[in-house]
């Protein structure tokens, strides 16, 4: 307090002391009052202030003007203490004047106070005989007569043999304790009561009785008896025999705990004591081995549905949208908590908390987060409880919420917190090294001690008497008697004192172990009785449809990137900057040095393959790059929501359809402008669709890795980890026919490991679509299926297998030959194995019916053993007839090919034609899904022949499983239940099928359990080691 505002004050006392005549009575009320704010040096300052100013006569206008200055600086408690000074300095001549009454009016209309609402007060001050007292309205007697003294609230304390009466003031939330006898001394913060007298209760206020420690009436005694004041729904909380483990070693032993609505519960502890592990079994995070948490009778960890919104929980951590407005924070807890309320209901609940919180001149600013403050430290926690106050919780829950604070901005939001238990809430808060006011202000207090033990649970003032007591020091006062501060810090002082050493230092062996103090706290300390409530807790909750929180979910999700303009800003920059690029480095063409010219030909770009490749890399670049930290940042606001039952598949599809919208966006602006820049004429829809399921692909990729890790560091270490196998194992950084033979298919088909990569499919669909659906190939492209394919089998296919036959007649003339065992041997190996090859590839491979001619010789009936030179022939002559159809075949296609250019150049022109096959084909594509680059066209692999070249013109074959899909790369079509379909969309419905997966994998966090289940093993290992 100002010294112009103590001058102020000074001067009221002088005025009301000059009305009353009482001039003597008013200095000691001065002095006593003075005591509390200045030094005993300046208290003679304003004495004599106060007697220059009783010589006076003050007029209304000077009695207002000086009221009115000290108003601007005093709180309302402070202002009701002062009338209340005032008034009992006007009725200590028992005679309460006209005069006095007005000067009281004036004082009060400047405190903006009304004078009637007093009379309460008045009535309290002047009657002394405590039966009249009782009578009073918000009246409460306290003594050791159980039947008290006829009025509404009495509290029985036996050692209360002076009856003393307290008056409750809802207007301030204040209480005023007075005591009509001098047969027992009361002591209040460290000053003897005087009879009659009227004295403040402060939170934390504690009352010695006979002036003796030990024997105590504490605030937190007489508050519980008037929480019913605010016909509140009654809770009764029980922790009953808490055991909880850490794998093998237990955190928690035995914890008790038993509380009623309308009370502040510390939980205190040294580090690794288990103070937040005890918070999170105590609101039903974590399950207890043994034992049970109550409300209201309802087991929580057993029945939490019954008691769904009666919990609320404040972690130590921001629970806050960095990105949102206070307001805003505000609006959406709100929207998924009130599903029933009209907006203006809405509206009205949010605008009452941002009063109560004090934070309206704050309500449209960005929160920001603790490195870049919007906010101070302080409006930040104050708005992190307010988003559990607005759905107004029975019990809360809030872990460290002094943390990083400064003094004043502690006890703001300490005090906001006690006067959430007036309205009958149970608040339970871990606080570490709270300053004497702050400890004052809670009711009970639980000590832990490292491991989990339980070593005091009681009263707070109490605690460090009881701990002093039980180390035998000599002083086991609790308070300063003169200031009446409490030093917290003594009770872990005293749990960890040192051994001292032969040279008086301190050791690191402790004096009294955790099991001491627990089995000190076992013997002397009781859980306290209480009366379990039988009733339901009150629920207000109202819980959105799963649909109407997916609203909400996406409103506030887009809100906060739309905030968040460096987000915005990167992410879709990426799309353009990356596809200008990629395009202009693969953008290749001839340059004429002699007439200084150079034309683009897209036929003429031997760099498609790489941009259609780069294009899919980009699109799973993409797709992490906006999907990685998605889980991460909201962890803190989801275990919050927890506590409201919200639906995890609402958030969850939210995401993805946020994430889904930002993929659209940012593919379609890379497709326009790569695709515009590399002249790739239409198939902008068929690019956007595969890309866009690519990087669909990549964003649930992305978010079970945000759900499994903790780090956004880790997360972006990871990215480049999973882009490289999707390089590697596309299909052209490392060719599939070049791959580690053990991951290559027997059959030819794409390596298992390749099928596993999202960009297999993608760069497949992608490229088969680019030539075989481009406006000029898909005239074209059944006639080039059929010249390929005969040409393959004339060419290639038949001819190896002539050749296979001949090998083998070579055997069988020389089967007489003088030959050497090991000769022998090979011949007859090198004969085998080609007659499987031939029984194989005859008999399931050739299709007769199609080429219309029927074998000379039955396949089945032969074997390597009675094979001879005539079936040789008759085997011959049926490969021969074949490879005719095929020339026939090859021919016949051929000039229907002819016919149709022929047909075209008549329609377009030779000019129009030309350029119509530059601006639609590419000779490197071509190359590619034609294979035709390749060594070898044909191998021979486990007694079959495989196909390497024309892979695009090669149908697969039916496979022994009707759900066999897999065939090799650029194949045509599908093979799937027997059915071909179009690889395009085949392999848009597999990335679609990767998508469906790896949502269902983040649904039940499969990625996020096998991570865990890791940590816990080399956790184990770690401590077997240690």
Known sequence: MNEKVLKSLTKLFAIMANADGSIDEAIEILEEYLKYTLHESNINKYIEIFELQARKNASVNDIREIASYAAAELTLRQRIVIIIELLELAYSNDVFSEEEQKIMKVICEAYNIEFERLNRMQTFLTTNDITELSQIHNCLTISNDEKGYGGKRHLTNQNVKTPLSVLYMPLARMYFVKTTSEDTIYILNGEKMIMNRCYPLDVGGVIRIGGKAGSNLYHSEVSSVFVGIQNVDPI?????????????????????????????????????????????????????????VLINGINIH??????????????????????????????????????????????????????NLGLYSVKDLRVGNPLEKTISGGQRKRLNIGLELLREPSVMFVDEPTSGLSSQDSENVIDLLRQLTYSGKLIFVVIHQPSSD???????????????????????????????????????????????????????????SKVLDEYGRRTRKRKWQPEYWWNKFKDSIKVPSIDRIKTAPKNVLEIPSKLNQFKIFVLRDVNTKLNNKQYMMVNMVQAPFLALMLSLIVYFYHFDELIIRADYVFRENMNMPSYIFMS???????????????????????????????????????????????????????????????????????????????????????LNVSSAFKNVVTVYILIPILLIPQLLLGGVVVQYDNINPIFKNKQGKVPLVGELMASRWAFEGLMVEQFADNEFEKHFFE?????????????????????????????????????????????????????????NELHNKVDWDELDQT???????????????????????????????????????????????????????????????????????????TNSMAEKRIVEYGHHLIQRVYPVFNLPHESNSTFDFRTHFFAPKKLFLGQYFSTFWFNILVLWLMFTFLFVALYFKWLAKFVYWLEMKFANKDTIRA
Not at 321 to 329: C, G, I, P
Not at 625 to 654: C, G
């Open 236 to 292: 009764s909380f029980e922790a009953n025999n808490l055991d909880y483990f850490f794998g093998k070693k237990q955190g928690l032993h035995n914890i008790n705990i038993a509380e009623e609505g309308g009370n502040m519960v510390a939980l205190m502890g040294a580090s690794g004591s288990g103070k937040s592990t005890l918070l999170n079994v105590l609101n039903g995070t974590y399950k207890p081995k043994n034992g049970e």
């Open 302 to 355: 057993k029945e939490p549905e019954k008691i769904k919104g009666v919990i609320g929980y404040v972690p130590q951590d921001d629970l806050l949208v960095e990105e949102l407005t206070v307001y805003e924070n505000l609006y959406f807890a709100a929207k998924l908590s009130f599903a029933k309320s009209t907006p203006e209901e809405v509206e009205k609940t949010i605008m009452r908390t941002i009063e």
């Open 438 to 496: 702050i400890y004052k202000m809670f009711d009970k207090l639980v000590v832990l001690d490292v491991g989990g033990y339980p070593v005091y649970y009681g009263n707070p003032i109490t605690a460090v008497s009881y701990f002093k007591g039980e180390a035998n020091y000599a002083d086991t006062q609790s308070e300063c008697l003169k200031c009446g501060n409490v030093d917290s810090e003594q009770v872990f002082e005293i749990l960890e």
């Open 616 to 702: 899919v890399i980009v699109a799973l670049f993409l797709g992490l790059m906006i999907s990685a930290e998605e889980l991460i940042k909201d962890r803190k606001i989801r275990k919050r929501e927890v506590f409201l039952s919200l639906s995890n598949q609402s958030y969850l599809y939210s995401k993805v359809a946020i994430l889904s919208g930002m993929s659209a966006i940012q593919v379609l602006v890379f497709v326009l402008i790569g695709n515009t820049i590399m002249g790739i004429k239409g198939l902008y829809i068929e690019y956007f669709l595969m890309l866009f399921s690519t990087a669909c692909v990549a964003n649930m990729i992305g």
């Open 783 to 839: 006639i080039d299926m059929e010249i390929y394919r005969s040409d393959f089998m004339r060419t290639y296919y038949f001819p190896t297998l002539l050749s296979k036959l001949d090998e083998m007649k070579v055997i069988l003339h020389n089967k007489n030959a003088d030959l050497t065992d090991e000769e022998r041997s090979k011949a007859i190996y090198l004969f085998d194995e080609n007659f499987l090859l031939l029984k």
């Open 855 to 929: 074998p000379n010789i039955s396949l089945d009936n032969i074997s390597a053993e009675n094979f001879n030179l005539e079936m040789s022939d008759q085997i011959y002559t049926t490969i021969t007839d074949a490879r005719k159809h095929f020339n026939m075949s090859y021919i016949y296609w051929k000039k229907k090919r002819e016919d149709k250019v022929s047909e075209l150049l008549d329609k377009y022109g030779k000019e129009k034609y030309l350029k119509y096959k530059d601006n639609y084909t590419n000779t490197r594509i071509t190359e590619f899904v």
